[in-house]
């Protein structure tokens, strides 16, 4: 059906769109949608299930050039588009014909985030958060984070006009909690680490009725958002799913849901359903997902994260056992590199085709060049790789590799000696 | 015409799509396409003339989401996508009404260039100096910088695998190092000021005829960039022409080119050729044209810059006086705003439309308050505000103004006591 489904929360109808009801991913219960987030009848996570009737091109072509353009595909209400939110989205998927060449790689695509609103994927699965939390009725847009999803949600909330709680360790660096709290929201500062801001978290989502916060309480919602990412690289391609695909694994979500849009779009016809390889990527100082899939395990034994690839530093990714799922129904791998390897992946990138990413996106083109490297990405099928954050915000991370070339008086003749002119 | 002109230079045939010839901007001299910048005649700069024959909307809405889209009104080659560059342009046009209703005006639109490769309106003019620069035989990209121009060459450069040249001041901070020299070009640190690093900049044109500083020797086309500015804010309206402007003023090319781009629109009916204010912005620590405009003169005085807003701080601004002809032809008006109001318009931006602009975004936000205040701003108008660059570049301008709003013990207590729960 293509009309909205009509639910009943509160004595509010609900209306998210094409979203019919919550699934549990363990064993398929069924529950109406609501801001829940785990499964009373199996404890595992509940994911949304649709009802998406016929979806069009044309409808999508002439939808704004946002991730508004996919609302039919997501949990979001029909007039989504209508409301103040952030207009993630429609970032640029780059031809990357120079890093493609010093990967021994033949054709590479650079899906690149870090045009989105506050330069992170973040922005995508935050909108989609607030589109469904305003639905239920909440009132104020929270997280717990370290990094990008704090920004978004601080941005999506100010742009909206909501209050937004923002809770951060106390020791986070003074650049992130600036890109925070310029917008102007209820920023806190926890004196503890991000596992107690986390606990702290799910404390406060039970007991503010009326705070949503977006990786909690309605995570559900905000994990379709990542389906975009899915949806406009096959658009962008021509309405054409890639052979291969190089996703970051953090909770593992992102990567699962990148799985979940091209499946759709196969399933609706709005591309040809071809096979496709999903590849994971960790960063070794945290590669709980990377270990099981080495070892063959269908479980992932959490570890306590020491790496430079803090957005990706989830000792206990909630999605890993999906994530292998999905790695190994599409014939993809996963592997981890160091952080030497992370640097080397960012400089890479930066040289070859003049993007600056954050160090999710080093991990991703470093494990990129190991996956050809060890002959598990085939040098022949097209390739993309999804760089989701900006350099801008972990300038620490290249700090002590990068500088001047020279440092000469002013002179012309002393620029063309260092120059080698 | 449409067929792109043929002109010779150097025994090679040089295809600038609808440009012309070069026509000097006091007398009108007008001489061959050729990377120059300064007219032998008169000594006044110059600029692109065209001859663009019939250009229709659906051309340039089938054409690339980037500024290539463009390209009939363009100084560049009819082949330009195909050849590598940075693709930027395109950025969101985000309807701001609780900016418009903080500001008491009635429709206000911003044009958020932060979505840009490397986050400024920079990538726009040095994408176009590149496509020039390649056309004319040079091999080497290279500029004088304080930050956003040195990101946008070295990224630009990067994509292109060309080597590029960059002079920057010694004492810049570490941050706008690291986010050039990522790019893995020439980057080349001077021991002394921005002045002397300018002047080397033009010694070092003349001496290396393979050299293309964008912003000297192809300073004409490279200009011309900014004109994508008006054409996607008219095109994001749907082909409309909006009734005010206001536009931060460093050597105030922007500002001319911003005026251009309207006038071609309506010149080639692409739009109706409405009447239209353009409003200048600058910072008072660097406010030599705002101050001419004030006391009615024709030439600007030039200043020694003092001012956070570093990426305006040109004291002596090249076209400063064309800024005053636009300004008084068009019935618009220029305001300065102080360093206390700079970071304020930041700061008013991010907490009503969850966008973090640079200092220059907070000169433009906050003069327009003023403007309103002052009545010179029609608040019945509908209004754009024209935001070129990124908070994340220049946070020390807003580090002493912001924090968390607490600090609290890892307890859910806590919080809802630090938030007056």
């Known amino acids: 059906m293509t009309a909205a489904l009509s639910a009943t929360s509160a004595n509010k109808t609900i209306d998210l769109g094409p979203a019919v009801e919550l699934v549990s ?211 962008q391609l021509g309405w054409r799913i890639p052979e291969q695909i190089v996703v970051p694994i953090a909770s593992g979500s992102q990567l699962t849901k990148v799985d979940k849009g091209f499946r759709e779009l196969g399933q609706l016809g709005l591309v040809d359903a071809s096979p496709y390889k999903v590849f994971g990527a960790q960063a070794t100082g945290c590669s709980p997902v990377s270990t099981a899939y080495r070892n063959g395990h269908d479980v992932v034994q959490p570890v306590k994260p020491d790496t430079i690839a803090r957005s990706l530093a989830i000792g206990n990714p909630a999605d890993g056992p999906y994530v292998l799922d999905v790695v190994n129904r599409t014939g993809g791998a996963i592997e981890d590199v160091t952080d030497e390897e992370v640097v080397e992946g960012i400089r890479l990138l930066a040289r070859t085709e003049g993007i600056f990413t954050e160090t999710a996106g080093g991990v991703t083109v470093a494990t990129a060049k190991k996956l050809v490297e060890t002959g598990k990405l085939d040098p022949d099928a097209e390739t993309v790789l999804l760089i989701t954050g900006d350099g801008l915000k972990t300038l620490d991370a290249v700090e002590n590799h990068i500088g001047p070339k020279a440092t000469v008086p002013p002179s012309a003749e002393a620029v063309a000696k260092a120059l080698g002119y």
Chains 1, 2 share one sequence.
């Open 25 to 235: 991913k363990e064993e398929g219960h069924r529950q109406p949608l609501a801001p829940e987030f785990v499964s009373v009848e199996d404890f595992s996570p509940l994911e949304v299930a649709y009802d998406f009737g016929h979806v069009r091109r044309e409808d999508i072509e002439a939808g704004p050039r946002n991730i508004w353009r996919y609302k039919k595909l997501l949990p979001v209400p029909s007039t989504v588009e209508e409301t103040p939110n952030t207009e993630p989205g429609c970032t640029r998927l780059v031809r990357a014909d120079r890093l493609a060449k010093e990967l021994g790689l033949k054709r590479v695509w650079v899906k690149d985030d870090t045009g989105n609103p506050t330069h992170s994927f973040k922005d995508r699965v935050v909108a989609v958060a607030l589109a469904a939390a305003r639905e239920f009725g909440f009132e104020v847009l929270a997280c717990p984070s370290t990094g990008n999803l704090a920004n978004a949600t601080a941005a999506a909330a100010a742009r909206a006009g909501w209050r937004s709680v923002v809770l951060i360790p106390k020791s986070l660096e003074r650049a992130k909690i600036l890109t925070t709290a310029v917008y102007d929201g209820d920023l806190i500062a926890v004196d503890g680490n991000y596992d107690d801001v986390n606990r702290l978290a799910t404390e406060l989502a039970a007991e503010h009725p009326k705070w949503a916060f977006v990786n909690v309480n309605v995570r559900p919602y905000y994990s379709e958002g990542s389906k975009t990412l899915a949806y406009e690289v096959a658009e």
